[in-house]
Each structure stands twice: as structure tokens, then as C-alpha cells.
């Protein structure tokens, strides 16, 4: 008991770790309306306004103008600070010709007396933003969508990566890392500089994000559809941020139907009971057609309602709904991997309980072994593992419902798989690799509020030490774009209402999840089971 009541403060005690950037600090109203690149020179932010042909040296503390320079040239985007001196990049080759011509320029200032003390043609047809990581510069070329490490006194590339996605316009290094706002979706995202992977995903704080900047501590915004510039914070101190919300009931129904000729002689219905969680508020009480026969809690600590029936004739048909309303939330969890913890620090009770292996997982065989060497080779780090696991099944499998759900060793080498089968191969190399994994279960609405779903969805959750079970869902993140890679770890929608958390091999659910039925028969009797959610909007 004392042991378990320990687990429980420990658990507790991740809840309110690290955060989410972008809490706005403080915002002022920008110099004019047409806001491009943003930096900061150690002391004082500079601002490029497209409209005015200007760049302005603003005080951080009250937005203030404090001296006003005319921009090199006459289509500025970007702005970078080198130490030394402020770098602007044009995209109209320096000269104001037509929307249809593009040509990358970039010009190194005196900001003294707004002087050219260098300047060079780029390669990049159409520059967004610029940042200087201390030796070379980065640039967004929303031509190619790109993502460019470059000599900025020859133009030379050195590295590419694909941009986190279409859309891109600001750009700012934090000394570690990039950081990329994207106007098209509202967003901007922390980038490695070693691989471009979205480590961080947040939503801007308005609706056209335009350059960005650094100061040390802060991040800083542009944003050109409210003309504001924001500060914002770059670490906080929650866990995770919910945001839009939707709230409904939920008509979970279950039946099972006898076509004979014989008797079914036991039926049983079992169905998962949702619980309050971080994406999702219970309200009320949970209720069912019928009084079950039991509440059942299986060795995963997931409750289940069991209904029990006796001699079910021919033609006769058993019929359960179970009613919930709830209120769910867009969810976002922002990780930072230096400050998870290690393999080391992980509980042992949920070592024990979420490191077994079961038949779906075959974490012994070779396939399964292999795999984990290719994805994960002597990586130690917890956050490592995880992510590059979660990129090596997007490089091996597609998605495809093929029926039924089969191991992960056969998912991984057939190439593709369901949810569920992603979920197995993805939980199969994450225990194999000593990083407890489970599996949560869901009830979708299906793009209308209301809807009926009897397909489902099921992704996993991972543990990282000083964070917590962190949902990660393999098959969603399937993409193309290293942003919607990113959108799925770490994140859960509204459209989702989570009933079932599991391990796998419930005594109850089996593999399932949502609920299950099991039932005997006399010979030849013919059983349908049936199971579909309809949604009811609350509003």
C-alpha cells in the first residue's frame, strides 16, 4: 500500500512540468501596417515595414520608436542580427517590379546611418525570413518550401530541410534551435537544426504571423493581420494547453442478435467507462439502458459495465446503449527533450506492468529485434527512442485497413497496417526498447457534430519521465510534412472521447477496445454483434 500511494504522488508530481511557448507576455501596436521581418540586436528590436520601405529600431519595453531607417530596398521580408551588424533579405531582386517576379537579395546594414556594406544575389527565388545561427545564415524559401542553411556573403546552400509546411514566413534561432511562424495555419513551430523535425507545435496569437525574433528569453512576433507585435513566453510551467472544445452526448450501443437455429446459451456484453482525463471533462453520470450486471475493474484498471444474459432464443436480439456527455478539447502536450528524464528514472511499477510482452506485441521475435536496432540502434535518451521509432514506422509502413489485426512482427513486414496494427508494432518497439507503452481507445465524430461512428480509433500513449503518459498516435502522424508528423505527438483532438486505456489481453475487452462481447452456442447457431456510436451535440 505505501508503495502504491508513492507511485501515486510520483505520478502526481509530473502533472505541472515545463510547457507550451507562446503565452503572450506583452504586445504593442507596430510602426505601420504592413510588418515583415523581426529581430533583436542584444538591447532593441528591429522591424521591416514592406509598406513604408522602412526598418525601425523599436525599445521592447513599450514598443516605442526610437529611430526609423530607410529599408535597402523595396520588397524587404526578413531581418537577422549577426552580433555586429542587421541583415535584410529582399525578395524582388532589390527593384520594384512586378508580383510575378521573384529573386532573392540580401543586404548587410550599417545601422548607424542605414548604410549597404554588402550585399549578395541568392539562389532563393522567394526568401520569407532570415535568422543567423552564429556562423551561417537560414533563410524560408516559400518557392520550394524550404528550409536553407547558406553562406550569406556567396549565397552558397550547405543544408536543406523541407519546411514544416507551406506557409512559412518567420524565422528566429534561440541558440539551440529554429524557430518557424506559419501564416497559412496559424502556427509556428521550435525545428531541430540537426534533422528538421517539429520538436514544438503552438498556435500563434493571431491570424497572420510574420517574422519572428529571440531575445534570450522571450520569443517575439510579428503579426501583420492585428499590425501587433507580441511577446511571448518560450517556456511556461504547464504540462499541456487545452484549447477548442466541444461538448456532446454520446449513445454507445451494443447488440448482439441470434439468427438460429439454435440457442445462443450465454451472452455477455462488456463496454469500457469513460473517465475525466486531460482532453475530456465527464459530465454527469454515465447511464445505460439496463442495469448491468456487474462493474467490473480489469487488470489494467480500466472499469467495464458487464451485462450478462441466459438463453437467447433464436431471432432474439440483446441490446445495450450506454449514455455519456462530455466535454472535449483540443489538447496539445509540448515536450522538450532535455528536460525528459531517463530510462532510469521510469517507476518501477510501470515497468513492470507496461515492459510485458503478449502475443500481438511479439517483441522477442527477429523481425520485431531488427527493426529496433535499424530505428533506435544505441540510443539511450527516452525522448530519442520514442521519436525515432515513430519516424521509422512512418518510413516503413502506409496506412490501410486491411481486417483484422494482426501481429506487429507480420504488420511490419507486410508495410502496412490499421490503427490498431500501428499501434501494436509502435507499442511492440517502444517496450522492447524498455520505454513503457499502452494504448488508449476512442468513440469519433466523423467530421459532423452529428454523426454516428462504428469504425473507431485507437493510439498509444507513452511514458516520459517528468512528463507523464503522453499520447502519441503513429498512423495519424503519417504524413508527409514535418509539421502534421508533429501535430500527432503529443496531441488529442475534440473530435475524440477516450473510453478505453489498455495494455492489451483484457480478460474482459480481449484486444478490443470500446467494449466486446463474448457468447456460447449450441451447434450451428449463427451470432451478428454490432457496435456504433451516434453523436448528439450540446450546445
Given at each position: 500500500?505505501?508503495?502504491?500511494?508513492?507511485?501515486?504522488?510520483?505520478?502526481?508530481s509530473?502533472?505541472?512540468?515545463?510547457?507550451?511557448?507562446?503565452e503572450?507576455?506583452?504586445?504593442?501596436?507596430?510602426?505601420?501596417k504592413?510588418?515583415?521581418?523581426?529581430?533583436y540586436?542584444?538591447?532593441?528590436l528591429w522591424?521591416?515595414d514592406?509598406?513604408?520601405?522602412?526598418?525601425?529600431?523599436?525599445?521592447?519595453?513599450?514598443?516605442?520608436?526610437?529611430?526609423?531607417l530607410?529599408?535597402?530596398?523595396?520588397?524587404?521580408?526578413?531581418?537577422a542580427?549577426?552580433?555586429k551588424?542587421?541583415?535584410?533579405?529582399?525578395e524582388?531582386?532589390?527593384?520594384?517590379?512586378?508580383?510575378?517576379?521573384?529573386?532573392?537579395?540580401?543586404?548587410?546594414?550599417?545601422?548607424l546611418?542605414?548604410?549597404?556594406?554588402?550585399s549578395?544575389?541568392?539562389?532563393?527565388?522567394?526568401p520569407?525570413?532570415?535568422?543567423?545561427d552564429?556562423m551561417?545564415?537560414?533563410?524560408?524559401d516559400?518557392?520550394t518550401?524550404?528550409l536553407?542553411?547558406f553562406?550569406?556573403?556567396?549565397?552558397?546552400?550547405?543544408?536543406?530541410?523541407?519546411?514544416p509546411?507551406?506557409?512559412?514566413?518567420?524565422?528566429?534561432?534561440?541558440?539551440e534551435?529554429?524557430?518557424?511562424?506559419?501564416?497559412?495555419?496559424?502556427?509556428?513551430?521550435?525545428?531541430s537544426?540537426?534533422?528538421?523535425?517539429?520538436i514544438?507545435?503552438?498556435?500563434?496569437?493571431?491570424?497572420?504571423?510574420?517574422?519572428?525574433a529571440?531575445?534570450?528569453?522571450?520569443?517575439?512576433?510579428?503579426?501583420?493581420?492585428?499590425?501587433?507585435?507580441?511577446?511571448m513566453?518560450?517556456?511556461?510551467?504547464?504540462?499541456f494547453i487545452?484549447?477548442?472544445?466541444?461538448?456532446a452526448?454520446?449513445?454507445f450501443?451494443?447488440?448482439?442478435m441470434?439468427?438460429?437455429?439454435?440457442?445462443?446459451?450465454?451472452v455477455?456484453?462488456?463496454f469500457?467507462?469513460?473517465?475525466?482525463?486531460?482532453?475530456?471533462?465527464?459530465?454527469?453520470?454515465?447511464?445505460?439502458?439496463?442495469?448491468?450486471?456487474?462493474?467490473?475493474?480489469d487488470k489494467w484498471?480500466?472499469?467495464?459495465?458487464?451485462?450478462?444474459f441466459?438463453?437467447?432464443?433464436?431471432g432474439?436480439?440483446?441490446?445495450?446503449?450506454?449514455y455519456?456527455?462530455?466535454?472535449?478539447?483540443?489538447?496539445?502536450y509540448?515536450?522538450?527533450?532535455?528536460?525528459?528524464?531517463?530510462?532510469?528514472?521510469?517507476?518501477?511499477?510501470?515497468?513492470?506492468m507496461?515492459?510485458?510482452d503478449?502475443?500481438?506485441?511479439?517483441?522477442?521475435?527477429?523481425?520485431i529485434?531488427?527493426?529496433?536496432?535499424?530505428a533506435?540502434?544505441n540510443?539511450?535518451?527516452?525522448y530519442?527512442?520514442?521519436?525515432?521509432?515513430?519516424?521509422?514506422?512512418?518510413d516503413?509502413?502506409?496506412?490501410?485497413?486491411?481486417?483484422?489485426?494482426?501481429?506487429?512482427?507480420?504488420?511490419?513486414e507486410r508495410?502496412?497496417?490499421?490503427?490498431?496494427?500501428y499501434?501494436?508494432?509502435?507499442?511492440s518497439?517502444?517496450?522492447?526498447?524498455?520505454v513503457?507503452?499502452?494504448?488508449v481507445?476512442?468513440?469519433?465524430?466523423?467530421?459532423?457534430?452529428?454523426?454516428?461512428?462504428?469504425?473507431?480509433?485507437r493510439?498509444?500513449?507513452?511514458?516520459?519521465?517528468?512528463?507523464?503518459?503522453?499520447?502519441?498516435?503513429?498512423?495519424?502522424?503519417d504524413e508527409?510534412?514535418?509539421a502534421?508528423?508533429?501535430?500527432?505527438?503529443?496531441?488529442?483532438?475534440?473530435r475524440?472521447?477516450i473510453?478505453?486505456?489498455?495494455?492489451g489481453?483484457s480478460?474482459?475487452?480481449?484486444?478490443?477496445?470500446?467494449?466486446?462481447?463474448?457468447f456460447?452456442?449450441?451447434?450451428q447457431?449463427f451470432?451478428?454483434?454490432?457496435a456504433?456510436?451516434?453523436?448528439?451535440?450540446?450546445y
Open positions: 500500500m505505501k508503495k502504491l500511494v508513492l507511485f501515486l504522488m510520483y505520478v502526481l509530473v502533472i505541472t512540468l515545463f510547457a507550451y511557448p507562446g503572450v507576455i506583452n504586445k504593442f501596436k507596430a510602426p505601420s504592413h510588418s515583415t521581418g523581426l529581430t540586436d542584444g538591447k532593441y522591424l521591416a514592406r509598406g513604408t520601405d522602412s526598418l525601425y529600431k523599436i525599445d521592447p519595453t513599450n514598443g516605442n520608436i526610437l529611430k526609423k530607410p529599408a535597402p530596398a523595396y520588397w524587404i521580408t526578413g531581418l542580427w549577426d552580433g551588424y542587421l541583415w535584410a533579405v529582399d524582388r531582386g532589390g527593384i520594384p517590379q512586378g508580383d510575378e517576379f521573384f529573386s532573392g537579395h540580401l543586404y548587410m546594414i550599417d545601422t546611418n542605414g548604410n549597404i556594406l554588402h549578395t544575389s541568392l539562389p532563393f527565388s522567394n520569407q525570413d532570415i535568422a543567423y552564429g551561417y545564415m537560414w533563410v524560408i516559400a518557392s518550401n524550404k536553407i542553411k553562406n550569406p556573403f556567396d549565397g552558397t546552400s550547405i543544408v536543406e530541410y523541407t519546411a509546411a507551406p506557409g512559412c514566413t518567420g524565422l528566429t534561432y534561440d541558440g534551435n529554429l524557430w518557424v511562424a506559419n501564416h497559412y495555419r496559424n502556427e509556428f513551430y521550435q525545428v537544426l540537426k534533422d528538421g523535425n517539429v514544438i507545435l503552438s498556435s500563434s496569437p493571431n491570424e497572420y504571423p510574420r517574422g519572428m529571440y531575445d534570450g528569453k522571450y520569443l517575439w512576433l510579428v503579426d501583420s493581420q492585428s499590425d501587433t507585435i507580441y511577446k513566453n518560450k517556456v511556461d510551467d504547464d504540462k487545452r484549447m477548442k472544445s466541444r461538448t452526448k454520446l449513445t450501443t451494443q447488440c448482439v441470434n439468427f438460429g437455429p439454435g440457442k445462443a446459451n450465454t455477455d456484453i462488456y469500457a467507462i469513460p473517465q475525466s482525463m486531460d482532453n475530456q471533462e465527464i459530465i454527469g453520470e454515465i447511464e445505460f439502458s439496463i442495469k448491468p450486471t456487474d462493474v467490473l475493474t484498471g480500466q472499469k467495464v459495465a458487464h451485462f450478462h441466459d438463453n437467447v432464443n433464436a432474439e436480439k440483446k441490446q445495450v446503449e450506454m455519456v456527455t462530455a466535454k472535449m478539447y483540443d489538447t496539445r509540448f515536450i522538450y527533450p532535455d528536460k525528459v528524464g531517463n530510462l532510469n528514472e521510469i517507476p518501477k511499477e510501470l515497468k513492470k507496461y515492459l510485458v503478449d502475443e500481438k506485441y511479439d517483441m522477442s521475435n527477429p523481425i529485434q531488427n527493426a529496433l536496432k535499424e533506435v540502434g540510443e539511450t535518451n527516452v530519442k527512442i520514442v521519436k525515432n521509432i515513430y519516424y521509422y514506422l512512418h516503413k509502413l502506409y496506412y490501410e485497413r486491411t481486417g483484422g489485426w494482426n501481429t506487429a512482427p507480420t504488420v511490419l508495410g502496412n497496417g490499421s490503427c490498431s496494427e499501434t501494436f508494432v509502435f507499442i518497439m517502444c517496450r522492447a526498447a524498455g513503457p507503452a499502452r494504448y481507445g476512442s468513440v469519433v465524430e466523423r467530421g459532423e457534430a452529428a454523426s454516428m461512428d462504428e469504425v473507431f480509433h493510439w498509444v500513449e507513452i511514458y516520459l519521465p517528468n512528463y507523464g503518459w503522453i499520447p502519441v498516435d503513429p498512423s495519424g502522424g508527409a510534412l514535418p502534421d508528423k508533429a501535430r500527432y505527438f503529443g496531441f488529442t483532438g475534440r475524440f472521447l473510453t478505453t486505456t489498455g495494455g489481453n480478460e474482459y475487452l480481449d484486444w478490443n477496445y470500446n467494449g466486446n462481447t463474448h456460447t452456442t449450441e451447434p447457431t451470432i451478428v454483434t454490432e456504433y456510436g451516434d453523436w448528439e451535440p450540446i
